[in-house]
């Protein structure tokens, strides 16, 4: 089975210089988990809900220096705020793992797998042709075996 078989052809993208704000708006609106980062028509990266939770929550060393960040609530708001503004290019997954349209699905699975992501964008020839999931993946295998 090919990836082309099970992918998602509608896409939603973002522009690397986009605001994360911008980008919670496009996640909330479309209901997805993440965006591919197109620039010039080339898929450049991919960003994702948790990718922009990881941005608002205090890294691990400010958490040991000042315990306050885990505890006020106040701080946290006013650090989302200003996170907001950074651009999607700063905490994007780049550069893009993608994968094509006619790779197999076990492949591409493995693929994930190893590099750890839960969604790839299918490029074929340069061009942005569609979305695939770890999930969308283990459906159609569990589908198979039925």
Do not use: W
């Not at 997805?32 to 990266?45: H, R, Y």
């Not at 960040?69 to 503004?85: A, G, N, P, Q, S």
């Not at 591409?108 to 942005?128: E, N």
């Amino acid at each position: 089975m090919k990836v082309s078989e099970i992918m998602t052809k509608q896409v939603y993208t973002i522009g690397p210089d986009s605001t994360l704000k911008e980008c919670a708006d496009v996640l909330k609106k479309c209901q997805s988990n993440g965006l591919v980062v197109v620039d010039g028509g080339k898929t450049v990266g991919v960003i994702t809900k948790a990718d922009v939770f990881k941005a608002i929550l205090p890294r691990y060393p400010d958490i040991i220096e000042d315990e306050r960040h885990m505890t006020d609530f106040e701080y946290i708001e006013e650090r989302v705020h200003k996170l907001f503004e950074l651009e999607v290019k700063e905490i994007m997954g780049s550069p893009a793992i993608t994968v094509s349209s006619d790779m197999p699905i076990i492949r591409a699975g493995s693929l994930m797998i190893v590099r750890r992501v839960k969604q790839v964008p299918v490029v074929d020839g340069g061009k942005l042709v569609g979305i695939v999931t770890l999930t969308d993946i283990i459906n159609a295998l569990l589908e198979k075996i039925k």
